[in-house]
């Protein structure tokens, strides 16, 4: 039997010192707690349990001198069995340890990681326990041996103004990708290979936001159809790296050593790695779901409970349940696990799903709430990227614009605004300048600037690119919700035909359109995100909520039509032009005023005369015609070391309707002449004449003003 000595309370978790482990958790309410030790992580029944006896500000704990690495563990916790109260104790359920920095697998489904008999209708089963016992359905968690080698790892600190994100998903990168190794594919490593690398540095992308990597749980419903969790939102331990995504083979705990050497990769490729994370619900769903951790420790604490009825859970986030950052303990789990990501993961920053509910309190959201304030005030987490999306389900969840100073947000607006003005809606044009310019309507007003707004057209949850401009409806059949689930509006259009087309007018218009919004994306003001595989036209088949699809359907497809290459050029073309104009990627706001009397303004709107636009331009809903003049010169901006930049002139103009449009182009006022970088409407660009050009319908052209230099000069 193992000699347990009383421990320390700090840090949670298990700790690992060299010559033995500590084990702390926390339970305001437990009467008993049982730390089960077992000898492989497969085993149904522990080969010893030890009765935590020391207890230390609610937190139990226990020194064991002889546990090391690769130790399979997990805990019985004893307490009252009380719904109405809030408790949900059940010593019969195995528990993971929330602090567990490795978990041995995935969790599959079985009626025996329920708190009540499952196989009944009846609404109130809740109420009555199932002792049943959970061991031998659920994983480990896995004592990890500290340290790696990182070899003078250090973060990249890129500036947000020079920061192109690209999302994805960590499997479907390179799953069908011949070029990564076969043992790799769906990997940490696979991720960070160098076909994949190599891709991403030619996309100009600067940082990688990987959908959720904490280890999650399928929820039954979708285990019982043969669908999976795929995009991992339902994590379930907050310190452990998902063991999906980790190789066949190697010592348990592999995926933490993995997931390191991902980070280490990327980063010597100047590329930062963005975690999209998960703490405002939990795998364990409502009060007919899973005992697998948070539930059976303190319910109470983890869960925000209805206030009138305890038993019951409040679902902010429709997904059962909600994370309550109320609790001091909920509120320290949760920062405890982001300074543990930056820490020893050395991972860059993070966006937030489904962020209102972490400021949310007993009044609604509030952008003072204590985990800001922690936020703001941390030494470390304050210096990492934070990005919000801004919505959540509860009352006012639509909170674009209001978090606080230091945070970006998925800027949801800009999303809509840039669809609906390009399927040819009317009235967009005013909305659509604030959106380009870098939406200072929404984030100026506590002193953000145009880097609070991260741009994107599409995401993982939507329609894909290619199948915004191929559906007008979503076909989530597959999904086994009768087509019920997914959004509803996509502001889509098919340009002809629903799905797939062969009609060269209709495949012609439908590369037009994507190369347009992929333009406006790299030529807005704020902070650009790409979504996995649109560079390359990838289709799901026009289902807008693939959440559940581990296979061909989400994998991305490598293996490029002409199209394809063409648009993948085209996205490395515009994305390298963004990059090696500073005069597309300001890092204040314009002004819109003249510096002097005889300079011109920053920025200035043109009407298709040529002159500025005017009030009856901005309110006439007829029109699709936008100019948008940036003087660099007329800039204070400076880099990074102060110097002034001072860029040439940039036009940019965009045609949302249905007929061709002439555009005078503006006089600059010195010699010299435009020059047209980008035209959406046709592979290579064309001269320009003196006296203007035309747009034909749903294009977008860039053009750049090349003084001719003084004779002296020349």
Same mark, same amino acid.
């Given at each position: 039997m193992t000699q347990a000595r009383p421990g320390a309370p700090n840090p949670l978790g298990a700790t690992r010192d060299g010559e033995g482990t500590n084990f702390a958790i926390y339970s305001e309410h437990a009467t008993r707690v049982e730390l089960c030790l077992f000898n492989h992580a497969e085993d149904a029944v522990a080969t010893e349990c030890i009765a935590l006896q020391e207890r230390t500000d609610q937190v139990w704990h226990a020194y064991l001198p002889d546990v090391r690495p690769g130790q399979a563990y997990g805990y019985r916790v004893h307490g009252p069995d009380a719904p109405h109260e809030g408790h949900r104790f059940n010593p019969a359920k195995l528990l993971? @340890?929330?602090?567990?920095k490795a978990i041995s697998g995935t969790i599959g489904w079985s009626d025996v990681l329920s708190s009540h008999p499952e196989r009944t209708a009846d609404p109130n089963r809740d109420l009555v326990i199932d002792n049943r016992d959970s061991a031998g359905a659920m994983p480990k968690c896995l004592v990890i041996e500290p340290g790696f080698g990182w070899e003078g790892d250090q973060p990249l600190r890129i500036p947000w103004h020079r920061?192109?994100?690209y999302e994805c998903h960590v499997k479907a990168m390179t799953m069908l990708h011949p070029d990564v190794p076969e043992q790799l594919r769906g990997t940490y490593l696979g991720l960070a290979s160098d076909p994949i690398i190599e891709h991403l540095a030619r996309l100009g992308v600067t940082a990688v936001e990987l959908l959720p990597v904490h280890q999650m749980f399928t929820e039954r419903r979708l285990a019982e159809m043969g669908l999976s969790n795929y995009w991992g939102y339902s994590s379930i331990g907050y310190f452990?790296? @998902?063991i999906r995504f980790a190789t066949a083979s190697g010592p348990h705990g592999r995926q933490v050593a993995e997931f390191k050497a991902m980070v280490k990769r990327f980063h010597r490729a100047g590329i930062e790695v963005l975690l999209d994370v998960v703490y405002n619900h939990t795998g364990e769903g409502n009060q007919l779901g899973p005992t697998l951790s948070f539930r059976g420790l303190e319910n109470s604490a983890?869960?925000?409970?209805?206030?009138?009825?305890?038993?019951?859970?409040?679902?902010?986030?429709?997904?059962?349940?909600?994370? @309550?950052?109320?609790?001091?303990?909920?509120?320290q789990l949760i920062v405890d696990s982001l300074r543990y990501w930056v820490e020893e993961m050395h991972v860059d920053g993070f966006r937030f799903d489904i962020a209102p509910v972490l400021g949310r309190d007993d009044h609604g959201f509030n952008p003072a709430a204590g985990f800001f304030e922690l936020m703001r005030q941390d030494p470390l987490l304050s210096q990492v990227k934070l990005i919000s999306e801004p919505w959540d389900l509860g009352p006012d969840g639509y909170q674009v614009g209001r978090f606080p100073a230091?945070?970006?947000?998925?800027?949801?607006?800009?999303?809509?605004?840039?669809?609906?003005?390009w399927r040819g809606d009317t009235g967009q044009v005013g909305e659509l300048a604030s959106r380009l310019s870098g939406s200072s309507d929404l984030y100026g007003h506590n002193g953000r600037g145009p880097q609070a707004s991260v741009n994107f057209v599409t995401c993982h949850d939507g329609f894909t690119l290619h199948d915004l401009v191929s559906y007008e409806t979503k076909h989530n059949e597959a999904n086994g919700e009768d087509n019920r689930d997914g959004t509803n509006q996509s502001w889509s259009r098919n340009w002809g035909v629903e799905g797939p087309a062969t009609a060269t007018h209709i495949v012609r218009m439908r590369e037009r359109i994507k190369r347009t919004l992929l333009a406006t994306l790299a030529f807005s003001q704020g902070v650009p995100m790409i979504s996995h595989g649109d560079e390359l036209g990838r289709t799901q088949s026009g289902n807008n909520n693939a959440y559940c699809h581990d296979g061909p359907l989400t994998w991305i497809d490598w293996k490029l039509?002409?199209?394809?290459?063409?648009?993948?050029?085209?996205t490395r073309t515009v994305f390298a032009i963004r990059a090696a104009n500073p005069v597309l990627r300001w890092r204040t706001y314009f002004s819109h005023e003249r510096a002097g009397p005889e300079q011109a303004k920053d920025l200035t709107w043109l009407r298709a005369e040529g002159g500025e636009m005017t009030p009856a331009d901005w309110e006439d809903p007829a029109n699709h015609l936008l100019g948008m003049l940036i003087r660099g010169e007329a800039s204070d901006e400076t880099d990074q070391r102060g110097r002034r930049l001072n860029g040439d002139p940039i036009l940019l103009l965009l045609n949302g309707g249905g007929r061709t449009k002439s555009f005078a182009l503006p006089a600059i006022g010195?010699?010299?002449?435009?020059?047209?970088?980008?035209?959406?409407?046709?592979?290579?660009?064309?001269?320009?004449?003196?006296?203007?050009?035309?747009?034909?319908?749903?294009?977008?052209?860039?053009?750049?003003?090349?003084?001719?230099?003084?004779?002296?000069?020349?």
């Amino acid at each position: 039997m193992t000699q347990a000595r009383p421990g320390a309370p700090n840090p949670l978790g298990a700790t690992r010192d060299g010559e033995g482990t500590n084990f702390a958790i926390y339970s305001e309410h437990a009467t008993r707690v049982e730390l089960c030790l077992f000898n492989h992580a497969e085993d149904a029944v522990a080969t010893e349990c030890i009765a935590l006896q020391e207890r230390t500000d609610q937190v139990w704990h226990a020194y064991l001198p002889d546990v090391r690495p690769g130790q399979a563990y997990g805990y019985r916790v004893h307490g009252p069995d009380a719904p109405h109260e809030g408790h949900r104790f059940n010593p019969a359920k195995l528990l993971l @340890d929330p602090y567990a920095k490795a978990i041995s697998g995935t969790i599959g489904w079985s009626d025996v990681l329920s708190s009540h008999p499952e196989r009944t209708a009846d609404p109130n089963r809740d109420l009555v326990i199932d002792n049943r016992d959970s061991a031998g359905a659920m994983p480990k968690c896995l004592v990890i041996e500290p340290g790696f080698g990182w070899e003078g790892d250090q973060p990249l600190r890129i500036p947000w103004h020079r920061t192109v994100i690209y999302e994805c998903h960590v499997k479907a990168m390179t799953m069908l990708h011949p070029d990564v190794p076969e043992q790799l594919r769906g990997t940490y490593l696979g991720l960070a290979s160098d076909p994949i690398i190599e891709h991403l540095a030619r996309l100009g992308v600067t940082a990688v936001e990987l959908l959720p990597v904490h280890q999650m749980f399928t929820e039954r419903r979708l285990a019982e159809m043969g669908l999976s969790n795929y995009w991992g939102y339902s994590s379930i331990g907050y310190f452990a790296p @998902d063991i999906r995504f980790a190789t066949a083979s190697g010592p348990h705990g592999r995926q933490v050593a993995e997931f390191k050497a991902m980070v280490k990769r990327f980063h010597r490729a100047g590329i930062e790695v963005l975690l999209d994370v998960v703490y405002n619900h939990t795998g364990e769903g409502n009060q007919l779901g899973p005992t697998l951790s948070f539930r059976g420790l303190e319910n109470s604490a983890y869960y925000w409970l209805n206030p009138e009825n305890r038993r019951l859970y409040t679902d902010f986030t429709g997904c059962g349940n909600t994370v @309550d950052p109320r609790h001091p303990r909920t509120l320290q789990l949760i920062v405890d696990s982001l300074r543990y990501w930056v820490e020893e993961m050395h991972v860059d920053g993070f966006r937030f799903d489904i962020a209102p509910v972490l400021g949310r309190d007993d009044h609604g959201f509030n952008p003072a709430a204590g985990f800001f304030e922690l936020m703001r005030q941390d030494p470390l987490l304050s210096q990492v990227k934070l990005i919000s999306e801004p919505w959540d389900l509860g009352p006012d969840g639509y909170q674009v614009g209001r978090f606080p100073a230091g945070w970006s947000e998925w800027n949801g607006k800009y999303r809509d605004t840039v669809r609906r003005f390009w399927r040819g809606d009317t009235g967009q044009v005013g909305e659509l300048a604030s959106r380009l310019s870098g939406s200072s309507d929404l984030y100026g007003h506590n002193g953000r600037g145009p880097q609070a707004s991260v741009n994107f057209v599409t995401c993982h949850d939507g329609f894909t690119l290619h199948d915004l401009v191929s559906y007008e409806t979503k076909h989530n059949e597959a999904n086994g919700e009768d087509n019920r689930d997914g959004t509803n509006q996509s502001w889509s259009r098919n340009w002809g035909v629903e799905g797939p087309a062969t009609a060269t007018h209709i495949v012609r218009m439908r590369e037009r359109i994507k190369r347009t919004l992929l333009a406006t994306l790299a030529f807005s003001q704020g902070v650009p995100m790409i979504s996995h595989g649109d560079e390359l036209g990838r289709t799901q088949s026009g289902n807008n909520n693939a959440y559940c699809h581990d296979g061909p359907l989400t994998w991305i497809d490598w293996k490029l039509e002409p199209l394809d290459r063409e648009l993948l050029e085209f996205t490395r073309t515009v994305f390298a032009i963004r990059a090696a104009n500073p005069v597309l990627r300001w890092r204040t706001y314009f002004s819109h005023e003249r510096a002097g009397p005889e300079q011109a303004k920053d920025l200035t709107w043109l009407r298709a005369e040529g002159g500025e636009m005017t009030p009856a331009d901005w309110e006439d809903p007829a029109n699709h015609l936008l100019g948008m003049l940036i003087r660099g010169e007329a800039s204070d901006e400076t880099d990074q070391r102060g110097r002034r930049l001072n860029g040439d002139p940039i036009l940019l103009l965009l045609n949302g309707g249905g007929r061709t449009k002439s555009f005078a182009l503006p006089a600059i006022g010195r010699p010299g002449a435009w020059t047209q970088l980008i035209d959406t409407a046709h592979q290579a660009p064309r001269p320009v004449q003196e006296d203007g050009l035309s747009l034909v319908p749903h294009s977008l052209v860039l053009l750049r003003y090349e003084s001719t230099p003084p004779p002296a000069l020349r």
